[in-house]
Structure formats: structure tokens, C-alpha cells
């Protein structure tokens, strides 16, 4: 049976393959074949994720997908989790979360007793969703309540932005200015960066010289 790994970050600060050993090694000893590899450093209370899209194009029915944790999946309000729980169900896959046993057994075909598990498995992923939800707006609030509190000590504090990272910034310039003509995708693999942040400082770039 082939699995779709679906590997997830929040930030480009953190690493979204730090998980792809384990969940190759659980695919392993499972006797599940990896067809696909998807990472991306992107919200989880974002339904629009380009490579979970592709991975829901992608992947065929009855085959699995595998992630290493419900909030690795989703982080979303009730309404988009019911959205994506639909679309993984219309399109035949199985859900396998490596860290809730429950969900081991849609790997293997189910009978009486498999059909009770899966019950009970539904409602645990929903209850573990809801509760990377609330884990999500819990940590939105403490960070709003602690700018409030900084605000009411200090009226005239305010968030310091990040600091542009002068060693990236000049180690893109550096490769855009000797090779001109090499994409973005190329710049970026080389400055170990995103390409985003590629762009973005071609666009600083064209500001300086403007």
C-alpha cells in the first residue's frame, strides 16, 4: 500500500523534515511503499497549503495518509477541519497518524471490530484537533495579552520588527550580482533561503536603486 507523507512547520525557523526519519521508519514497519514526500513551512490554521493540496491531488484512493500528529494536520477552526476531514474522505484516503495508535489500523482492511475502531478513532481526531485549536488561540491570546500589558506600562513602547539578517541579505545579493542570470529557485537552494526571501530582496535591491 503506498503512504503520502505529510510533513508540516509552522515557521522557516523551525524544521518541517525533522519528523521524516520517524515517519519513514513507522512506514517501514508498517509495509507501506512512500509514493510522495510533501514539506512545508506554513500556519496550521491555514487550509490553503500548497503542498497539502498537491498531496490531496496527488494521492490516490485507499491509499494512506501519514502524518506524525493532528497538529501537524490541522490547527483549524471547526469548520475548515470538517472541510479537509470531507476531502480526505472523498478522495478514498486513509489517515494515519503515527502518534495516535487508533488510526494504526486504517492501514489494514477492517471488519465488525475494525468499523467499532474506526468510530472511535473519528472521535478522538476530532477531539485532538479541537485541542490543537484551542492550544493555538490559547497561545494568540497570551501573546496579545503580554503586547497589552507592555503597552500599559509603557505608552510609548512598541514591537520592535525583525532585524534584517545582514549575512543572508548580502550572501543574495552576492550570488544575483555574479550570476544575473540564474533563477530565484537556484539563488535560493545556493543561500540555503527560501524563495521568498530571494524576492524580497530583489525588491529591496530595486528600491535602493530606484
Known amino acids: 500500500m503506498n503512504a503520502h507523507l505529510y510533513l508540516r512547520a509552522s515557521t522557516k525557523d523551525q524544521d ?5 526519519a520517524s515517519l519513514e521508519a513507522f512506514a517501514s514497519e508498517k509495509g507501506l511503499v512512500i509514493a510522495g514526500i510533501y514539506s512545508e513551512n506554513i500556519s496550521g490554521t491555514k487550509l490553503n497549503r500548497p503542498e497539502l493540496l498537491r ?5 490516490e484512493k485507499g491509499e494512506v495518509l501519514l502524518v506524525e500528529s493532528v497538529d501537524r494536520l490541522s490547527r483549524l477552526s471547526q469548520a ?8 480526505i474522505k472523498d478522495k478514498g484516503l486513509r489517515l494515519v497518524i503515527a502518534d495516535l495508535p487508533t ?9 465488525i471490530t475494525g468499523q467499532i475502531m474506526e468510530v472511535i478513532n473519528n472521535m478522538l481526531l476530532d477531539l485532538m484537533a479541537t485541542m490543537a485549536r484551542l492550544d493555538q488561540e490559547k497561545r494568540v491570546e497570551r501573546i496579545k495579552q503580554g503586547l497589552e500589558n507592555k503597552k500599559a506600562a509603557d505608552p510609548e ?10 549575512a543572508m541579505w548580502e550572501k543574495v545579493a ?5 550570476h544575473p542570470s540564474m533563477s530565484a529557485d537556484q539563488v535560493a537552494k545556493l543561500a540555503d533561503c527560501g524563495v521568498a526571501t530571494v524576492y524580497r530582496i530583489k525588491r529591496e535591491m530595486k528600491t535602493a536603486e530606484a
Open 16 to 20: 518541517a523534515n525533522r519528523a521524516k
Open 55 to 59: 498531496l490531496l491531488d496527488t494521492a
Open 80 to 87: 475548515d477541519w470538517d472541510t479537509l476531514k470531507a476531502t
Open 103 to 111: 488510526s494504526h489500523m486504517m492501514v489494514e482492511d477492517k471488519g
Open 157 to 166: 513602547w512598541k514591537p520592535a520588527g525583525k532585524a534584517k539578517n545582514s
Open 174 to 178: 552576492g550570488l544575483m550580482a555574479k
